[in-house]
């Protein structure tokens, strides 16, 4: 069975929730809710929690560093489970993706992310992948629209950017990464 550990990279703080800035975490939150499965504590660095879905083992993680710290957790997790990197998904908000558009890669830059530049650096490489989920185009300085909370006419969008990110990531379990980019990428919702 391989194992694979889902990564969704934001903020712990309470007043960061609702930011496009979170929606890594949103997007492990809906799959746990989707499978059932409820949030353990993993030795004070993070919150994971683990289960099956065909044959393949997912284990989701939440960091309780801020984000452009992500990497520390993130490899004390892959180490402790014995995950290669190349069975990491990592997904987070990009600005660089209309809101509502998915994009899917392996060994890319961090795209000037700091909290994929974090998990390079402490993986020492970046053969993982990344599930990027749209949240521009952007409106003002960088720091400042990421941070802020998503307005209600996009909530609709996120919501079904979630779940195509979801379906998106079964077809990549199921089919693997090139035919989970060629059906995704770029895709929008109606």
Not at 31 to 46: D, M, P, Q, S, V
Not at 72 to 77: L, N, Y
Not at 150 to 178: A, M, S
Request: charged residues 25%; aromatic residues 8%.
């Amino acid at each position: 069975m391989i194992t694979y550990l889902v990564v969704g990279l934001g903020n712990p703080d309470d007043s960061y929730l609702n930011t496009r800035h979170n929606l890594g975490y949103m997007f492990v939150d809906a799959l746990a809710k989707r499978y059932h499965y409820g949030w353990n504590e993993f030795k004070n660095i993070a919150k994971i929690t683990e289960f099956e879905v065909g044959d393949k083992k997912l284990i989701l993680m939440k960091s309780h560093s801020y984000m452009n710290e992500s990497g520390t957790a993130v490899q004390a997790v892959a180490a402790y489970f014995k995950i290669k990197p190349k069975n990491i998904i990592v997904t987070y908000d990009d600005i660089a993706l209309d809101v509502g558009r998915l994009r899917l890669a392996i060994n890319k830059s961090s795209g000037g992310h700091n909290g994929v530049q974090s998990i390079i650096d402490q993986l020492g490489g970046s053969d993982f992948i990344r599930l990027r989920l749209g949240i521009g185009p952007q409106k003002g300085p960088a720091e400042k629209y990421v941070l802020t909370r998503i307005p209600t006419i996009q909530k609709r969008y996120v919501t079904d950017t979630i779940d195509r990110g979801i379906g998106c990531l079964q077809t990549l379990l199921d089919h693997g990464l090139e035919l989970a980019a060629t059906e995704y990428n770029g895709s929008k919702p109606e």
